[in-house]
């Protein structure tokens, strides 16, 4: 599967989630949303995503939170994996967006290439919920992973895109701070 086709299923299901992109995601999402509440995180930090998400998701309990992140992101930070499970936010969705490269820094493999399981990852980290995504299925699949407690941790396996720029228009900080002021207008943000 490519990443457009899950960006646009996840689009056409998606209703007030909170949606934090990253790495390469961060470079398709404008595509297919322009949503108050799109985080589009460029510029990325590689491995960052989920700790974001981890706290808008304990901020905003009643929230739900969808992170899509790099598989190269995630083994940047493999610890998030095992604290997003010890604080369990019912709220939240990493999507492990898998395409087995480091896609925005020059297609390089990612380490353990062909041996490292996610989805094996985050059930030893203590996930409840850890799936690998089902193409055949993927617009009822995604209405199902929105609608079920979590956290959830879906390992979406990608083509490796044909890459493209960040969305740049807006500075991040105006971004960061568009996202606040609409989760305290819509939520009771602590």
């Known amino acids: 599967m490519n990443l457009d086709t899950f960006l646009t299923a996840l689009n ?18 404008p595509n297919h949303s322009r949503h108050l509440l799109d985080l589009n ?5 590689m491995g960052q995503g989920p700790t974001i998400g981890l706290g808008i998701a304990l901020a905003c309990p009643e929230k739900k939170v969808v992170i899509l992140n790099g598989d190269g992101c995630l083994l940047m930070n493999l610890g998030c994996l095992v604290t997003i499970a010890e604080q369990a936010p019912e709220n939240l969705i990493l999507c492990n967006m898998d395409n087995g490269h480091y896609e925005v820094t020059g297609r390089q493999p990612i380490a353990g ?36 407690r979590g956290p959830v941790f879906v390992n979406v396996k990608l083509e490796m895109s044909q890459g493209g720029s960040p969305d740049l228009t807006i500075p991040m900080p105006e971004r960061i701070q568009s996202l606040s002021v609409q989760l305290q207008s819509e939520t009771s943000f602590k």
């Open 12 to 29: 056409s299901v998606r209703q007030d989630e909170v949606v934090i992109t990253t790495m390469a995601a961060s470079q398709a999402w």
């Open 41 to 45: 995180y460029v510029p990325s930090t």
């Open 113 to 148: 290439l062909g041996k490292t399981n996610f989805v094996g990852l985050a059930e030893s980290a203590g996930w409840p919920v850890a799936i690998e995504m089902d193409t055949q299925k993927l617009r009822v699949q995604l209405e199902t992973i929105l609608s079920i």
